[in-house]
């Protein structure tokens, strides 16, 4: 396989350094991320500014092509200016859970979704804890998951958004398909004082109503297996099409 990964943590991120000793087992890898953390940017890409490609080193060794843009920017630049053409795209693996309306905010599924965009199958990868993360189960899975994909292929217009649970590897329970969930955030802003007595503050969040049922994203991960939610980008709202035609709207 010829495997592009990129994540939002940026390229210095040990999830990704995960990512790249498995993937490099497994296929031809190249890796082209963030020099700096992006997440939470959603699909933003840079127009204004320029985008600066840099020789990224790790243990004294070539890793990969470091760029002062977005995730999104990442693979553009990737596939159109520096030549390259994988056969999978993988996402990841990110710190954090990308589960509900978090996937609208990821750069990591942003990223995934530019796979999308160039007829490229794509992977998102997360895993859902902040604290003491161990990537080996998730890097071991998304090496399983990349050859099936690329094996079978996906549906035009669709990635896979994986979640894999922060336990052990004999804890995990197996693998599900899954949906979206709809869960919010409860949000509230962080008042604080800086040292030069100016006011500033930070988002934090707890997420709330998490709904019953088992083939959800959150709850499948809470049950500690591997969630699997196939996404597409198509954001009309087919089943409202029809009444909003019987408005009769007019200029």
């Known amino acids: 396989m010829k495997i592009l990964l990129t994540n ?73 200016a520096l030549n390259i053409k994988p056969d999978i795209i993988i996402s990841g693996i990110n710190l954090g859970a990308n589960t509900g309306v978090n996937i609208l905010y990821s750069g ?43 094996k079978n292929g996906l549906p035009e217009g669709t990635l896979l958004n994986v979640n894999v649970p922060a336990v052990k590897e004999e804890e995990i329970k197996g693998v599900q398909i899954t949906k979206q969930g709809r869960a919010l955030y409860q949000e509230k802003f962080d008042k604080r004082i800086d040292p030069h007595n100016k006011v500033y503050y930070w988002l934090t969040g707890t997420k709330v109503e998490l709904e019953m ?30 009444e909003l035609n019987s408005w009769e709207i007019e200029l």
């Open 108 to 150: 990591t599924v942003s990223a995934a979704t530019e796979g999308i965009f160039l007829k490229l199958p794509a992977i998102a990868i997360s895993l859902t804890t902040f604290q003491s993360p161990d990537f080996s189960v998730a890097a071991k899975f998304a090496a399983r998951l990349a050859k099936t994909v690329v």
């Open 213 to 242: 049922d088992d083939d959800v994203d959150d709850r499948a991960v809470l049950n500690n297996k591997i969630s699997i939610t196939p996404v597409h980008f198509d954001l009309t709202n087919h089943k409202f099409l029809k």
């Open 8 to 80: 939002d943590d940026g390229i210095g991120a040990p999830g990704l350094y995960a990512l790249y000793q498995e993937m490099v087992k497994h296929g031809d890898v190249t890796v082209v991320a963030p020099d700096s953390e992006k997440s939470a940017v959603g699909h933003a890409i840079t127009l204004s500014d320029p985008l600066r490609v840099t020789d990224f080193m790790k243990n004294e060794k070539f890793f990969g092509y470091a760029v002062n843009g977005t995730p999104a920017d990442c693979v553009k630049l990737a596939y159109w």
